[in-house]
């Protein structure tokens, strides 16, 4: 079974730029969650009936299931920065069926028309927004793991956004063309390193590893001392593929240097909660950067085309 995200990040793991004062250009997280989600918008806007109903790599999940989940937690997190207490009431019906309430949120959902599905993610989406952005920068809100910013939060939305929308790229046969908003997702990848050797009940490493991913500018984006003895490399596309386990580390073009840098790419996620089983490796094409090349229709960052999505599915 694969993650269904339900991104809830890991206490600690965004960094202090993705909580910005108003004002700053330094990481415009709340505009790139608008347009990640419109790219999204154009790819499913004008699907058919039948093609909403296609199954996604999510075992289960139709690109209805994966809409209205996007829907369900727009509208969760909307309701935690509006009213604490109504959601607390949320958190304790998760608490009591902690396998099943994501799914059964998508699959109500899910058995609403298209239309319908599409025009409550929409304005889910936009209410959140005007959210975000007039809430306070150093307030706290309470989520469904520890609680977050308004730049936390949206940061998640995106990360959630991108996933999700890589399973319905996926089920359609799109390859997207990636942006630079992938390093919203590569950030929350490489903070949560620790995180991912925790879940699998593993000791984290105790020194650092230089990580250096190729945005798809071609821009060169380092985290971590540049003499660390251990080492990630890659196209930040492929690690955010593996880091949110939309791809199998087989068929990907991230290489480690050191035996806990190579551990962690087999444990690698960028989401807290349970890992699910991840995608299986393809039974050719090791090595190739998934999304750039290969069966898939090519879309643009515009017009008809839209990008991934970040829940953990």
Do not use: N
């Amino acid at each position: 079974m694969q993650a269904r995200l339900l991104v809830s990040v890991p206490a600690g793991m965004l960094p202090s730029t993705h909580r910005r004062a108003r004002g700053s250009v330094t990481v415009d997280v709340f505009g790139d969650l608008e347009r990640e989600s419109e790219e999204l918008d154009a790819l499913v806007g004008e699907l058919s009936e039948e093609q909403w109903a296609l199954a996604t790599p999510a075992a289960g999940w139709t690109i209805a299931h994966q809409i209205a989940h996007l829907a369900w937690t727009d509208r969760s997190a909307l309701l935690a920065m509006t009213d604490p207490e109504a959601f607390a009431g949320e958190v304790e019906k998760a608490l009591a069926a902690p396998d099943r309430f994501v799914d059964a949120g998508a699959e109500e959902g899910a058995a609403r028309p298209p239309a319908r599905i599409l025009a409550d993610w929409r304005a889910g989406r936009q209410a959140l927004a005007r959210t975000l952005e007039a809430a306070p920068t150093k307030k706290r809100f309470p989520w469904y793991g520890p609680p977050m910013s308004a730049a936390s939060m949206a940061t998640a939305r995106l990360m959630e956004t991108w996933a999700h929308g890589q399973d319905i790229a996926d089920a359609l046969g799109v390859v997207r063309t990636p942006t630079d908003r992938l390093r919203h997702v590569a950030w929350i990848g490489v903070r949560a390193r620790d995180f991912a050797f925790g879940t699998h009940g593993l000791p984290a490493p105790a020194e650092e590893f230089r990580v250096e991913l190729v945005g798809p500018s071609g821009d060169l984006r380092t985290y971590g001392p540049e003499d660390a003895a251990q080492r990630v490399t890659g196209p930040a596309l492929d690690f955010c593929l593996l880091a949110t386990r939309r791809a199998h580390r087989a068929d990907l073009a991230v290489r480690a240097e050191g035996p806990d840098a190579d551990r962690w790419l087999d444990i690698a996620q960028a989401f807290a909660g349970p890992p699910g089983s991840g995608r299986p490796p393809r039974t050719s094409g090791a090595g190739r950067p998934l999304g750039t090349s290969g069966a898939g229709r090519l879309l643009g960052t515009s017009g008809a085309g839209r990008p991934p999505t970040a829940d953990a599915q």
